[in-house]
């Protein structure tokens, strides 16, 4: 899959887009943070060396998950004060796209989701809480404050700040999961569901040193 | 890119740490001396400097990799957790392993029994069965066996948290052997497993370690009963050994009906007979071994009652079997009571010429009756059939006994052991 080619504003390497609708991508080279505009490509600040990580997942795995093909194509690092977790943006060969999270190798696949009820404030929410979504129950299993520590490669959106924000998770009986990211007001809503290492089917991951 | 190993030094005796889990690990107790150390940040800070307590060598040395549901797991961690129990305390020790890529799972033992454990993502609902608090998860019925307060005495090598000597949690185990769902609540958060259990020379192949496993000792909450396949299938058994004894019973009723020795038509009437009524029958010969015969009476007795009294009598040796028989039938619009036909079996009779003594008796003012009487050689017993159903019910009960002995003492070291049990609880027979 390969996008549309442009030049990196502030080094001049070539930055290449692998999801046609993306708003922000960083520069492999220089690391500053590019946001596209109608013209060019706008640099709006740069992210300091990811810190060394332990995900399998990096730019360019490739995976398969009930027979839809993606790719992942950016990812946001968040951190909070017990450690941190990988959202990796993905990319399906249709063009839709979604997260996949990688919280100490515990994965989640979700999508951002339309909520199919008006949701609570971020003031209102307590753990234990059930809401009925589509259908199904689903329990505030965790509230967490976090941070995000850095970005990297392609996103849906603009996303640099580095500001506490409210995260809530929710799951039901069945292994559906959805998150409510309180970045914006109303939240927004990203359902999806908890997925085991071998169902994604994933390729070129990273490789560790005495595992091969 | 290859992600590498890490290695520290420790802040407290200077010696060097290497590390397993990568960047997850975020905490890690120095080998040399078990100070445990923050190992998230590059500047290594000391969390907690191990008290004196003796060193606890774990059964399978960190660093060992094993295959467990087909994949490679590093044991990289290793805690022991204690938990308070009516003036006692008790331990079980919990290995963290892990896989760069499948994530993190546990491994329990305590007093030999192992478990394997998955962290699971999706919520179990809540429901009660046979009057217990039960959850369900996936496709089983968890019972809740206990809740405790587990606390960590002792920790060795890395771990994806913050560990320290003295965290608490609150947990409560759900059984459905040879699962257990147990969950865990640390400050709200609850985190919801299901553990396998496992025997430990399992354990032992899958980590190829060398001598055998710690031995077991008593009854573990999840552990499979040995008597849990075999009782549905001990009945399963006797039902089929029933059905075939019904066949062979059936079998030998159509292959061996019996041989008529003598029959015939006879009749009674008050006045006739006057006083005696005693006949007796012509000669008839019995053939064959030792064996029995049955003399069956049909009346058209109606609303009365008649009785036999007969001897068998040897017409060579003169040695006679004597027995009796009442023949009653009533009936009105409430229904009926009796029956027209009697029999009677006399075992072991030896062959030879026999003749019947008939002597009938009836109510001075009955009417007439007619009767027939015929006298079969060797018809089929069923007797023994059904001694031998009754013999086959043993091994059924049996593991029936056994099971329930079984469970008695599983659920003796749950919350619902009944109050003031004996102390000899280790036996596994039923009380």
């Not at chain 2, 590059?42 to 994949?71: A, D, H, N, S, Y």
């Not at chain 2, 040879?178 to 259990?197: D, F, R």
């Not at chain 2, 012509?282 to 009652?305: A, C, Y």
Request: charged letters at 20%; proline letters at 6%; glycine letters at 8%.
């Amino acid at each position: 899959m390969s996008g549309p080619t442009a030049n990196c504003p502030n080094c001049g390497a070539p930055v290449k887009f692998l999801w046609s609708s993306a708003v922000q991508t960083t520069c492999e080279f220089c690391h500053s943070i590019l946001v596209r505009t109608d013209v060019d490509l706008k640099k709006v600040g740069e992210v300091a060396d990811l810190p060394e990580d332990a995900s399998p997942i990096q730019i360019g795995t490739e995976g398969i998950y009930q027979n839809k093909s993606f790719v992942v194509v950016g990812r946001i690092l968040y951190e909070y004060k017990q450690g941190g977790w990988n959202e990796w943006h993905i990319v399906y060969n249709d063009g839709a796209s979604g997260w996949l999270a990688d919280a100490q190798l515990e994965y989640d696949l979700s999508w951002f989701t339309k909520p199919p009820a008006s949701l609570p404030a971020s003031d209102q929410l307590t753990r234990g809480q059930q809401f009925q979504w589509n259908g199904k129950t689903y329990e505030l299993t965790s509230l967490t404050r976090a941070h995000y520590k850095g970005v990297q490669g392609e996103l849906p959106f603009e996303y640099w700040d580095k500001t506490d924000l409210l995260f809530a998770d929710l799951r039901t009986t069945t292994g559906e999961f959805a998150t409510l990211d309180y970045s914006e007001q109303p939240p927004l809503l990203f359902m999806g569901r908890a997925v085991e290492f071998n169902d994604l089917h994933l390729k070129n991951l990273r490789e560790f040193e005495g595992w091969s | 890119m290859t992600v590498k190993t890490r290695s520290l030094s420790c802040p407290n005796c200077g010696g060097p740490v290497q590390l397993r889990g990568f960047a997850h690990t975020l905490s890690v107790t120095c080998p040399q001396c078990l100070s445990i150390l923050d190992a998230s940040t590059p500047e290594v800070q000391i969390l907690q400097t191990f008290q004196g307590k003796q060193r606890i060598q774990p059964k399978i040395p960190l660093g060992t990799r094993g295959k467990l549901g087909g994949t490679t797991y590093e044991v990289i961690g290793f805690q022991v957790r204690e938990v308070e129990a009516g003036g006692d305390s008790y331990s079980w020790d919990e290995y963290l392993l892990f896989n760069p890529f499948q994530g993190f799972r546990y491994l329990t033992e305590y007093n030999g029994h192992w478990n394997f454990v998955h962290v699971e993502s999706a919520l179990p609902d809540q429901s009660r069965s046979a009057g217990k608090l039960a959850m369900r998860y996936g496709d089983h019925t968890y019972l809740h066996f206990d809740s405790m307060k587990a606390e960590t005495v002792y920790v060795l090598g890395e771990f994806p948290w913050q560990v320290r000597v003295g965290d608490t949690a609150a947990c409560q185990d759900f059984i459905a052997p040879p699962l257990m769902l147990s969950s865990e609540a640390t400050s709200g958060e609850v985190t919801w497993s299901v553990a396998q259990y496992m025997p430990g020379p399992e354990i032992w192949k899958a980590f190829s370690l060398p001598g055998a496993p710690p031995p077991r000792a008593g009854i573990f909450a999840n552990q499979p009963s040995p008597y849990a396949g075999s009782i549905g299938s001990s009945w399963r058994t006797w039902l089929w050994l029933n059905v075939a004894l019904a066949a062979m019973a059936f079998a030998f009723l159509v292959l061996s009906p019996g041989r008529t020795a003598f029959s015939d038509h006879f009749a009674y009437s008050q006045g006739a007979q006057q006083k005696d009524s005693a006949f007796v029958t012509p000669t008839f010969q019995l053939d064959g071994r030792d064996s029995n015969v049955e003399v069956k009476i049909h009346t058209d007795l109606d609303n009365n009652w008649a009785y036999f009294n007969f001897a068998l009598i040897n017409n060579e040796s003169g040695q006679a079997f004597d027995f009796a028989r009442e023949v009653s039938y009533y009936h009105d619009s409430d229904g009926t009571e009796g029956s027209r036909n009697n029999s009677v079996i006399i075992p072991s009779v030896p062959a030879g010429q026999y003749y019947l003594r008939v002597e009938p008796e009836m109510d001075p003012g009955a009417p007439f009756m007619r009767y027939d009487l015929e006298l079969r050689r060797n018809v089929p017993n069923f007797t023994l059939f059904v001694i031998a159903g009754l013999l086959l019910l043993i091994p059924p009960i049996i593991s029936t006994v056994r099971r329930a002995g079984f469970e008695a003492a599983r659920w003796r070291e749950s919350d619902y052991a009944p109050a003031q049990s004996s102390s000899s609880d280790d036996g596994g027979d039923d009380d």
